[in-house]
């Protein structure tokens, strides 16, 4: 094709399919009648705007053809700028595809009872927005047409630039943008305008209401995004933080958790409501009746082994849970149960944030320990920032086991740096307790394995492979000796317990093993995990981990490409041999770090200043738990 030929067929096509769109809007008659022809004022004045700029077009072309110089001069000046160009054209595709995706899907059933109540603007926005794209449905797909077909021509036509762009990097930062935009507009579209999609889900229970907020919301949130903001780009500029950074980190994250519930208009009795009056504070409930503690543990199996909560966890949780009670009682533990009950819910919405928070300061000390972020705050930003972080705020899943999880990886990072059977004694000692806290860690043990067996075959050159034996064989010797001393001490026999718990938590989820139950829970946990830890932290992970695989490909793995796909295992093993179906946010929120610290990572390699990039991220998904906070939220 001669130069400037390109353009003026570009043109053309565009002003041939403008003229069809024009010819399908107006096959049938408005519904009604209308001004002329049968036809309403606004098709009319829809048709009339599109055979302008239709005409406009056509002129272009002809001009293009008939004076080549001309298109070639206009070529020769958009060949700079057509990566930029580009870019934002293949956004504006891809939230142009996702708006129209959206409008064309049907309301949930709780959107359409609520549209008969007055001051819901959402539904009623949505519902005009989607009557609209059904009647200017041609002009949508004019739309779509002419910025794909300019996509090509740009592609085309300066190959060299792209192939240039495409070489530094530029090309996947180009297609990250855009599924970041396009998943993003898709998410909040479906939040604020209450659209089915994930209802149909099989499992799905997060249904839509709307959630009353406090008179000072905005202003409270608006307190909250800007200092995310600004924290984000201090911390996340410096290659290193020293201890108050790290408790500014810890700090700041629990005030995150704590101004939604100021959001709400309760305070902190917002975020002991959301435990106490849940499924969940049967714990607590159990715990404020003030068992013997001896006996409450001695016995646990013979006295909840067959209760529908405590019966699905080991004796862990009612350990911590009694000894909150304790705390919170000490000044009158004459108390009625009721009051007991309640001391404890409120001390745990005064100290859970804190200790959340806490994770932020050992997901910083792993992204020091692996070298893996140019800031090492990167990832403990994106951590606070996650919803399902911030909206799970008084529960062990959030404020402990991350806690202990990240514990137990810096534990088996820093014995395989050292080859110490030792440290791997202890880690294994470790991970036992942490079964005894909670069968939701079993992962820990697994990956911790994993990454022990992936290190010590990448550093086999310099770290005989008998020595990663010795060491796993001291990880099992050290959780075969815990497990004697509890034997011993506690009369606890963890595989009945375990045995016992899985019996009653498949049957409180109606949990039925076999192929069909694995690929419901793997749709349903699977979009749970996404929808919650948020899509543009979920698609940066992937990108990462596709990153990772060509590192392995070209053998420079080291011990965070390691740690990922040992991590990645883990998950495959959970989400097939887990017999967990849902409400997985809050269940696998242990690994949440782990997604935000290779998120981070690839938010390193992608950006020239990344922490510009996380601060941007950290408004998106703080703007996102808001909306699932207003629309849906947690609920036991």
């Given amino acids: 094709m001669r130069k400037g030929g390109g353009l003026s067929l570009l043109l053309g096509l565009s002003a041939l399919e403008g003229l069809a769109a024009v010819v399908w809007l107006l096959r049938?008659?408005?519904?009604?009648?209308?001004?002329?022809?049968g036809y309403s004022a606004v098709r009319l004045g829809a048709a009339a705007a599109v055979l302008a700029a239709v005409g406009g077009l056509a002129a272009l072309a002809w001009r293009?053809?008939?004076?080549?110089?001309?298109?070639?001069?206009?070529?020769?000046?958009?060949?700079?700028?057509?990566?930029?160009?580009?870019?934002a054209l293949l956004a504006a595709a891809a939230l142009w595809a996702a708006l129209g995706w959206a409008l064309s899907r049907p309301l949930s059933f709780e959107t359409t009872q609520i549209l008969a109540r007055p001051g819901d603007w959402a539904p009623r926005l949505y519902q005009l927005g989607a009557s609209a794209f059904g009647r200017f449905l041609p002009l949508w797909v004019w739309g779509l047409a002419v910025m794909v077909q300019t996509l090509l021509f740009l592609g085309l036509r300066f190959p060299a630039q792209i192939t240039a762009q495409a070489r530094a990097g530029g090309l996947l930062r180009g297609l990250l943008a855009a599924a970041l935009l396009g998943s993003v507009g898709f998410h909040w579209i479906v939040l604020v305008f209450r659209l089915e999609t994930f209802l149909r889900v099989p499992g799905w229970k997060w249904y839509f209401y709307e959630k009353p907020l406090d008179s000072r919301a905005w202003i409270i949130f608006g307190v909250l995004l800007l200092g995310s903001f600004a924290l984000a780009l201090w911390a996340g500029s410096r290659p290193r933080l020293g201890w108050a950074g790290l408790l500014l980190l810890a700090g700041w994250a629990a005030a995150a958790q704590i101004s939604f519930g100021f959001i709400e208009g309760g305070g902190f009795e917002s975020l002991r409501v959301k435990y106490a009056d849940g499924v969940f504070s049967r714990y607590a409930q159990a715990a404020a009746a003030q068992p013997s503690l001896p006996q409450a543990l001695r016995e646990y199996e013979a006295r909840y082994g067959d209760d529908w909560y405590l019966g699905t966890k080991p004796p862990g949780v009612l350990l911590t849970y009694i000894g909150l009670e304790r705390l919170a009682n000490a000044g009158q533990p004459q108390a009625d149960r009721e009051t007991r009950f309640l001391r404890l819910t409120r001390l745990k919405a005064y100290a859970f944030p804190f200790l959340a928070g806490l994770s932020l300061v050992l997901l910083t000390l792993l992204a020091r320990r692996l070298g893996a972020l140019k800031g090492e705050a990167l990832a403990a930003l994106l951590l606070f920032s996650c919803p399902s972080f911030l909206l799970i705020p008084t529960f062990l899943d959030n404020a402990l086991y991350p806690l202990l999880f990240l514990g137990g990886l810096l534990l088996a990072g820093w014995g395989m740096r050292r080859a110490s059977v030792e440290i791997m004694f202890l880690l294994g000692a470790y991970i036992y307790v942490c079964l005894y806290l909670s069968f939701s860690l079993l992962p820990l043990a697994a990956l911790a394995g994993g990454w022990v067996v992936l290190d010590g075959w990448l550093n086999r050159r310099t770290r005989p492979l008998t020595v990663t034996l010795r060491m796993l064989l001291w990880l099992g010797a050290g959780m075969l000796v815990a497990d004697m001393a509890f034997r011993w001490l506690l009369d606890y026999d963890i595989w009945q317990r375990y045995q016992t718990a899985m019996l009653n938590h498949r049957r409180a989820k109606d949990y039925v093993p076999g192929l069909e139950q694995t690929l419901r829970s793997l749709r349903l946990n699977n979009t749970e995990m996404l929808t919650w830890s948020g899509y543009p932290l979920v698609i940066l992970f992937l990108a990462n981990t596709a990153r990772t695989v060509w590192t392995f490909v070209r053998r420079r793995a080291g011990a965070a490409d390691s740690l990922l796909a040992a991590a990645w295992v883990t998950y495959a093993a959970l989400n097939v041999g887990g017999q967990?179906?849902?409400?997985?946010?809050?269940?696998?929120?242990?690994?949440?770090?782990?997604?935000?610290?290779?998120?981070?990572?690839?938010?390193?390699?992608?950006?020239?200043?990344?922490?510009?990039?996380?601060?941007?991220?950290?408004?998106?998904q703080l703007l996102t738990a808001l909306w699932i906070f207003h629309w849906q939220d947690f609920y036991g």
């Fill in 64 to 87: 293009a053809a008939r004076s080549p110089q001309l298109a070639e001069e206009l070529e020769g000046r958009l060949g700079p700028r057509v990566w930029g160009w580009g870019l």
């Fill in 580 to 620: 967990t179906d849902g409400e997985v946010q809050r269940l696998w929120l242990f690994l949440v770090p782990l997604v935000c610290l290779y998120a981070a990572r690839e938010i390193c390699a992608l950006c020239k200043h990344p922490s510009r990039a996380a601060a941007w991220l950290v408004g998106v």
């Fill in 28 to 37: 049938e008659p408005s519904e009604g009648g209308g001004l002329i022809l």
